[in-house]
């Protein structure tokens, strides 16, 4: 039309790129991806289900087949273990039987935590579509990957076809300034994101870490950050790629793969800003993963039990940063009980190798196979009644740890080391 102007269209953030590239098409927020993602990892808490709904869609007497992209498909036998009892165990040797039989890759039980594999032996890349049966996928975004949590009927239709459908996430955008200040961690950062945007104040959103904060934070912290996005309701947690993301991959051999950094007018629903020298301490009182307070300011509180362990706070920095606690306050308090659940076989194995996990053990530290552990009440040391239980975990909801009657709090592994010198809630910038 004569007069008429084209209109620019803005560039796209992170997750619209990703999920661009993983559908073949060009999306902007809110369209439809119908893609196939570079790799799907399914739990022992979800694949007896994706095999039943694989099951609903074969004729009638016809044998489960084979995964569409075998190569694409992990099993992690991680949520269960020699505790969780008969009916546990059938459900992992109903995975192993499919697994062995379609060559598909298995985690086997005390590898270790699914995510934590995944991230550690090469399996997530930059710019790939990673999912996971399991909300905590949100972790692969540490390595400029869209990582997101699928069901087990979306798992099922990853075996079935090799693709799964998603909405393009809107994307909230967290900028990222200074460094952390001595005694505080990227947990105490995630806390403070959950206390000012809420348990659902991102739902179905992308989180996109940026800004110069982003250099201080090393790729463990990232994947920290990355994994309790979803606590927030976000969809993604994801990180750009960077020259520490280069050399985390280059340590494991696994290649840079096709970073996507957002565009300088990208289209964002909103911006956060947060001083990373400014966060301090916090703590999530129970039952709700947002009522976060800063440690100094938490209700004078008995603890019986600390957790050291989970996706996001079982490797190996976190436990050098508690043993720093417990060594300088004369180790554990009578009547607190130490767990350390390392999140994979390679850190356990860096803890022995190091005399870590002896120093662990003459603190009278119960430690765990590597795995999911006591975090989802499955396996492990479930906390008795009454039980005030101090986590590094991402979650405390009612019941999480097996037992309703107790109460989770969620810190820090300073904060939790803290906790056992003093048998009570106190800043582990104390002394």
Not at 144 to 159: E, K, M, P, R
Not at 251 to 277: H, I, K, N, Q
Not at 347 to 353: G, I, K, N, P, T
Not at 389 to 415: C, D, H, W, Y
Request: hydrophobic fraction near 45%.
């Amino acid at each position: 039309m004569k007069g008429s102007r084209s209109v620019q269209r803005p560039g796209k953030t992170i997750a619209e790129k990703l999920l661009s590239r993983a559908s073949g098409a060009d999306l902007r927020a809110g369209d439809l991806a119908i893609c196939m993602p570079g790799m799907a990892m399914g739990t022992d808490g979800s694949i007896p289900m994706a095999l039943d709904y694989l099951r609903q869609m074969q004729p009638d007497d016809a044998a489960l087949p084979p995964p569409a992209q075998p190569g694409q498909v992990v099993f992690a036998l991680d949520h269960y273990g020699a505790t969780s009892g008969a009916r546990s165990l059938a459900l992992q040797d109903r995975a192993r039987a499919y697994a062995r039989e379609h060559g598909v890759r298995v985690f086997e039980v005390e590898e270790g935590i699914g995510h934590q594999l995944m991230i550690e032996r090469g399996l997530v890349r930059p710019g790939a579509l990673v999912v996971g049966a399991d909300s905590h996928a949100v972790s692969y975004g540490a390595l400029n990957a869209f990582g997101t949590g699928i069901g087990s009927s979306d798992f099922a239709g990853v075996l079935q076809c090799g693709q799964v459908w998603l909405k393009v996430p809107a994307t909230l955008r967290i900028m990222l300034h200074g460094r952390l200040a001595p005694g505080v961690s990227a947990k105490d950062v995630a806390l403070a994101l959950a206390r000012r945007i809420g348990a659902d104040g991102a739902s179905y959103m992308a989180l996109e870490f940026a800004g110069p904060g982003v250099a201080a934070l090393d790729m463990d912290d990232r994947i920290v950050l990355a994994n309790m996005s979803v606590e927030m309701g976000a969809k993604a947690g994801l990180f750009p790629f960077d020259e520490c993301t280069a050399a985390y991959l280059a340590a494991r051999d696994a290649g840079t793969g096709e970073p996507m950094a957002a565009d300088s007018d990208a289209d964002y629903a909103g911006v956060v800003d947060l001083d990373l020298a400014a966060v301090v301490p916090q703590v999530a009182l129970p039952h709700r993963v947002d009522q976060v307070v800063d440690l100094t300011a938490a209700p004078e509180t008995r603890v019986d039990m600390v957790y050291l362990g989970t996706c996001t706070g079982g490797r190996t920095k976190d436990f050098r940063e508690a043993l720093e606690v417990l060594r300088e306050g004369g180790g554990v308090a009578a009547g607190v009980r130490l767990v350390v659940t390392p999140a994979s076989d390679t850190v356990r194995d860096q803890l022995a190798a190091t005399g870590l996990l002896a120093e662990f053990e003459a603190l009278g530290a119960q430690i765990q196979p590597p795995g999911c552990g006591s975090c989802c009440g499955t396996c492990g040391t479930i906390p008795a009644a009454g039980t005030n239980v101090v986590s590094t975990a991402n979650r405390n909801f009612k019941g999480r740890m097996g037992n309703r009657e107790a109460q989770i709090f969620l810190a820090s592994p300073r904060a939790c080391a803290s906790a056992a010198v003093h048998g009570r809630l106190v800043d582990p910038r104390r002394r």
